[in-house]
């Protein structure tokens, strides 16, 4: 763990946490054994240049049926 000085933030992008977010910043992590913020792949992989371009002609998010298409 990183040791930190009394009330020196820590600045994440454009976001700065000072010295008390800072405990529950890092026990964030600890919640997550495996590290992952998302559930895992479904091991398929996606022509996504095509399907973000679909995605904007029609103004909304594809559905599941409709990225089906990408699937390589």
Known sequence: MIALKEREPVICDTYT???NECDSAMRFG????????TEPSDGKV??????????KRLGRPLT??????FVI
């Open 46 to 55: 996606y022509r996504l240049r095509e399907a973000i371009l679909l995605s």
């Open 30 to 37: 600890e919640e997550m054994p495996d590290s992952r913020l």
């Open 17 to 19: 946490i000072t010295l």
């Open 64 to 69: 599941q049926d409709e990225m089906e298409q």
